[in-house]
């Protein structure tokens, strides 16, 4: 079963502290990983997708990594406007559902 | 601008009642999804419709009930027949079944 498992549950930095965010996944064969970040009560908006080991993408201080079982969101010097949920998913070659993870909250203190 | 919306951004039922929640997108995008958010969990698929006039059932498509009419439009019921039905609902869309998705701003639905 697809499976996908974000950690941290929550993460506090200071402005500037750089860290990553884990997302493990479980899937037959990966047609895709997505990462989300979602403000307090608003909709996700879509940041990066994913599709094979050793990509990377980048955005602003964001950059995402994959590898076979996890892929890492990676937050250089960060401000107190990156303050939200960050939510992985992926999708399976094997079906057209999008399977999502609980999310990482972060918290960024100036 | 393109995108998606939904309304209402907050809704009331009583409990025994029906209500729809309303999702409109102009992206041209011929899949379109309803969600489940509960704190602490992962998006819950609820129905997915790859191309009008047919739609599937998610996870959790117990007391729920969707219509896909128009290419721009997919609402989704949530019928007295649902047991817990406060939550965060999203609406997203994507070009194809195999793409990233594309989420509204959500409606909040509280029983009373």
């Known amino acids: 079963e697809d499976q996908v498992t974000q950690s941290p549950e929550a993460l506090r930095l200071q402005e500037g502290e750089s860290s990553s965010l884990n997302c493990s996944y479980t899937?037959?064969?990966?047609?895709?990983l997505f990462w989300y970040r979602q403000d307090p009560g608003k909709g996700p908006e879509f940041l990066f997708t994913?599709?094979?080991a050793g990509e990377e993408k980048e955005k602003e201080r964001l950059k995402a990594t994959l590898t076979k079982k996890e892929s890492f969101l990676h937050i250089t010097a960060p401000k107190p406007e990156d303050s939200a949920t960050y939510l992985c998913a992926v999708q399976d070659t094997g079906g057209f559902k999008t399977i999502f993870g609980a999310g990482t909250r972060l918290f960024v203190k100036a | 601008d393109g995108g998606i919306t939904q309304s209402p951004k907050y809704l009331f039922r009583k409990e025994g009642q029906n209500v729809t929640l309303s999702c409109e997108q102009n992206?041209?995008?011929?899949?379109m999804y309803w969600y489940r958010q509960d704190p602490g969990q992962g998006l819950r698929l609820i129905y997915y419709?790859?191309?009008?006039?047919?739609?599937q059932k998610g996870d959790i498509a117990e007391g729920y009930s969707v219509s896909r009419e128009k290419k721009e439009s997919f609402p989704l019921t949530v019928t007295s027949a649902q047991k817990n039905p406060t939550a965060f609902y999203l609406c997203?869309?994507?070009?194809?079944?195999?793409?990233?998705?594309?989420f509204g701003p959500g409606t909040r639905l509280t029983v009373l």
């Open positions: 997203a869309s994507s070009i194809g079944s195999v793409n990233e998705q594309f």
């Open positions: 899937v037959s064969g990966l047609r895709g």
């Open positions: 419709s790859q191309i009008v006039n047919d739609f």
């Open positions: 992206l041209n995008h011929d899949a």
């Open positions: 994913l599709y094979s």
